[in-house]
């Protein structure tokens, strides 16, 4: 983008606290719309992301949000000495090559099993790369949204067929103000409903690792939510009046359906959208949702 590629700001953060609702059980319930949620390098099994997994279930969303790194996600705050771009670069690397496979897996998954209609993808930092890979026409995915976003191409921007949704960072050096400007001639261009927020006093990676002891900082990665909340429910719902639960608020156990540690076979080769590939490795991802057709409950504030 658009942006650079990713640097160590990428892999720094806070811890958030939370524990993530749910139980472990098989997929199999049907939803119309859902989410897919693609992390940062810290992966999956990061608290930060399995809590704003739990929110966009509360906000009535079936989430899915699989393992890009096969079992080999940064630590966070990594160690002195460790090789950014090695881990990337491989082997076996982390890169197209091995990431576009567990993804359009995940979407034949969802589309076939839940029987998903509507797609949306939430892509922070190295994600937001993949949203624009997948918001292709053919891909999968219907609406995106992203956070930070890195080593995102202007070829894999100018490449997306639905709207697209950007929050950005007052300071990053990853995707600062020049690529924050080429973002928006591209996408004027495009013609594609787009929007891109700013975010005043905060850094890269504010949307999932920010401390949240600062007011600025927990005011920004809160709205930074909301704004994809709000997003899904125009584009991926059709601008339905339904109803909103702050990234301020807990869903109660009873409203949450599942949050689900299941396993999705991808391939050596990239699978397209439709799901078409020879099947190799086993994947693991979480799966949040709402119980279809119950109306969310009031729930406490925290």
């Known amino acids: 983008m658009a942006s650079h590629p990713p640097a160590r700001c990428c892999t720094v953060g806070v811890k958030h606290e939370g524990t993530p609702t749910g139980e472990i059980k098989n997929i199999g319930d049907n939803t119309d719309t859902a989410i897919l949620i693609l992390t940062d390098v810290i992966g999956h099994e990061f608290v930060n992301a399995q809590l704003i997994a739990d929110q966009f279930a509360a906000n009535g969303y079936l989430v899915a949000m699989p393992d890009l790194f096969h079992g080999d996600p940064i630590p966070l705050n990594r160690p002195p000495g460790f ?17 576009d496979p567990v993804i359009a897996a995940l979407i034949h998954e969802l589309r076939t099993s839940c029987s998903v209609r509507r797609l949306g993808a939430v892509g922070y930092c190295f994600g937001g790369k993949y949203v624009c890979r997948f918001l292709a026409e053919g891909k999968g995915i ?29 300071t990053d050096a990853i995707f600062p103000a ?16 787009y929007q891109l927020c700013l975010y005043s006093g905060v850094e890269h990676g504010f949307a999932v690792r920010a401390d949240l002891s600062g007011r600025a900082r927990r005011f920004a990665k809160e709205q930074a939510f909301e704004q994809a909340v709000v997003w899904f429910n125009e584009w991926l719902r059709g601008g339905e009046n339904i109803w909103l639960e702050s990234s301020r608020v807990s869903p109660r156990p009873e409203d949450i359906l599942f949050f689900v540690k299941m396993e999705v076979t991808a391939s050596d080769s990239v699978i397209d959208a439709e799901g078409q590939g020879s099947s190799k490795r086993r994947q693991k991802i979480f799966v949040d949702g709402i119980v ?6 009031s729930s406490h504030m925290v």
Do not use: C, M, N, Y
């Open 83 to 99: 090789d950014l771009q090695a881990w990337l670069k491989g082997p076996p690397g982390h890169g197209p090559s091995t990431v």
């Open 142 to 170: 219907d609406v995106g949204f992203t956070a930070h976003p890195s080593f995102v191409d202007v070829a894999e921007l100018r490449g997306i067929k639905g709207p697209l949704a950007i929050a950005a960072a007052e």
């Open 178 to 193: 020049e690529k924050r400007r080429e973002s928006e001639d591209v996408l004027k261009e495009l013609g594609v409903p």
């Open 292 to 297: 279809p057709g119950e109306s969310p409950a």
